[in-house]
């Protein structure tokens, strides 16, 4: 320690807060003192701990959650990388999808398969007995008479459950600005077909979910691939070269944990894409289903709640969380609802009444956000167990994302690995994967795979084991 008194200040406060650290002073999973608190304490500048803390993160010992501080890591196994920015896709790309990413829905009806592959939660943690019970009781109380059927825009039970809940977390969504869906799907589909016509060009992030791009594919529109970082989310520089360049009728965004890399956007960047998107007279789709996973104790704001316009039209669902087979979801269409209702109007007429009563009665019995509370353990968990499980045995030059919300990862593959033949050789071995491939339209992610945590459980590190195998095979370092 004697050489450590030349080392700049930052450095060795934070090689004493290793050493407290490793000691156990604090230990895996305990927050460490705020900055602030530090910087006060300890009486040195706010900028030197920064430092020190941003030291002790880069070494992999703390690690940064969104609006709840520093906390110490899991120093078991040291975890691989983050992968980079995504690159500029210079011109706007036609959508043509293929079969595979239909496949991965339907690889998940196998049961013998390990499945790592469509990002669908843990039927375990899923209230399914509830749910069933409030069927019920629903239909013991006279079950679903045509009398009950309603609007186009929905239950109003179930959109003063969404109104409240959007309350709590900052965002004035009035009940009957809000129009209930056949899931988020139908949500991003009827806002793209409310402000686009066939041809248009829309931004989205690259990587993006593949429903978006089939939404895209299906509506006859082109997309604009905008680099997105996979910790922090569509780069705003990028996407006002692109605006500047391109005639771009909308933006689609996952600002609350991405799929496929995670990603989530601080609240300074959300606010900064609002405003400059309204500046521009340009609509923001925004995609929430995964904001309530999150793993911090705080709910990430949506870019929905720096609205004042109407320009954002936030598109969500329950079915990360509650139930993805009662194909529920809504959209808050902002000064869009009158064309999103219409068009919800002519597609299907109204959602299924049955289904959106049980999922509103669920939100009034006040047992979601303990609900919430356990799967988000659980994810974050499974999520950590996962990332270090890949860390540990993929080879070497893998590059994984390090999520604070959600339930997939994303992971670069070494020596720019063809995900597709992947993902053939891992179906052979029983294993299901999402190759990269699916969530560009051009295709650029191909050295990717996402991996899906939410079924994650003892015996899955044998099966990760047995697809870092075959990962090795092709790279032929086995
Ligand atoms: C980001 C994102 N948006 C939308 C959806 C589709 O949601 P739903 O099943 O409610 O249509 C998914 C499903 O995986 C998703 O990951």
């Known amino acids: 320690?004697?050489?450590?008194?030349?080392?700049?200040?930052?450095?060795?406060?934070?090689?004493?807060?290793?050493?407290?650290?490793?000691?156990?002073?604090?230990?895996?999973?305990?927050?460490?003192?705020?900055?602030?608190?530090?910087?006060i304490q300890r009486e040195i500048s706010f900028s030197t701990v920064v430092h020190a803390y941003e030291l002790l993160e880069n070494r992999g010992?703390?690690?940064?959650?969104?609006q709840s501080g520093y906390y110490v890591k899991s120093r078991a196994r040291t975890r691989a990388p983050e992968p980079d920015f995504s690159s500029f896709q210079g011109d706007p790309t036609h959508v043509s999808i293929d079969d595979v990413s239909e496949q991965l829905v339907?690889?998940?009806?196998?049961?013998?398969?390990?499945?790592?592959?469509?990002?669908?939660?843990?039927?375990?943690?899923?209230?399914?007995?509830?749910?069933?019970?409030?069927?019920?009781?629903?239909?013991?109380?006279?079950?679903?008479?045509?009398?009950?059927?309603?609007?186009?825009?929905g239950r109003e039970e179930l959109r003063i459950q969404v109104a409240q809940r959007a309350f709590t977390h900052g965002c004035d969504l009035p009940p009957d600005k809000i129009v209930i869906t056949a899931g988020c799907t139908e949500a991003l589909c009827l806002c793209l077909q409310a402000l686009c016509e066939p041809g248009d060009l829309v931004a989205i992030e690259s990587p993006t979910y593949f429903g978006i791009l089939m939404a895209l594919e299906a509506q006859h529109l082109r997309a604009l691939e905008i680099p997105t970082h996979p910790g922090r989310g569509m780069s705003l520089d990028a996407l006002k070269?692109?605006?500047?360049?391109?005639?771009?009728?909308?933006?689609?965004?996952?600002?609350?944990?991405?799929?496929?890399?995670?990603?989530l956007m601080d609240d300074e960047?959300?606010?900064?894409?609002?405003?400059?998107?309204?500046?521009?007279?340009?609509?923001?789709i925004e995609d929430d289903i995964n904001g309530e996973l999150h793993f911090s104790d705080r709910r990430p704001r949506v870019a929905k709640s720096f609205d004042e316009s109407g320009n954002v039209l936030l598109c969500s669902s329950w079915a990360k969380d509650i139930s993805s087979g009662y194909?529920?979801?809504?959209?808050?269409?902002?000064?869009?609802?009158?064309k999103v209702r219409r068009l919800k109007y002519a597609l299907n007429v109204r959602t299924s009444v049955l289904p959106q009563l049980t999922i509103a009665r669920f939100l009034e019995s006040g047992g979601y956000d303990q609900h919430l509370r356990k799967i988000r353990r659980a994810y974050a968990q499974k999520m950590s167990?996962?990332?270090?499980?890949?860390?540990?045995?993929?080879?070497?030059g893998t590059r994984v994302t390090e999520p604070s919300g959600g339930f997939v990862l994303w992971v670069q593959l070494p020596g720019g690995l063809d995900s597709m033949r992947l993902y053939r050789e891992a179906l052979k071995?029983?294993?299901?994967?999402?190759?990269?491939?699916?969530?560009?339209?051009?295709h650029k992610f191909n050295d990717y795979i996402r991996l899906n945590a939410a079924w994650w459980s003892q015996r899955s590190e044998a099966d990760l084991i047995r697809l870092s195998q075959v990962v090795k095979g092709l790279l032929g370092t086995s």
């Open 241 to 263: 070269f692109a605006v500047d360049n391109h005639p771009v009728k909308a933006v689609v965004a996952m600002t609350n944990f991405s799929n496929p890399t995670g990603s």
């Open 385 to 396: 167990e996962l990332a270090q499980s890949v860390s540990t045995h993929f080879p070497e």
């Open 429 to 442: 071995a029983f294993i299901t994967i999402a190759p990269g491939y699916v969530f560009s339209p051009s």
């Open 1 to 39: 320690m004697g050489d450590s008194k030349k080392l700049p200040l930052y450095e060795r406060f934070a090689l004493e807060l290793e050493s407290q650290i490793l000691a156990g002073t604090f230990p895996v999973g305990e927050r460490i003192p705020s900055i602030r608190e530090t910087s």
């Open 269 to 284: 960047s959300k606010y900064a894409l609002v405003a400059f998107l309204e500046g521009r007279g340009i609509p923001l």
């Open 327 to 338: 194909r529920i979801g809504w959209v808050a269409p902002g000064r869009y609802f009158t």
């Open 61 to 66: 010992l703390i690690e940064a959650r969104p």
């Open 106 to 153: 339907q690889d998940t009806l196998k049961p013998e398969f390990a499945q790592f592959g469509a990002a669908l939660p843990d039927p375990a943690l899923l209230p399914t007995a509830r749910l069933n019970r409030i069927l019920a009781e629903l239909a013991r109380e006279g079950g679903f008479p045509d009398s009950i059927i309603g609007a186009p825009e």
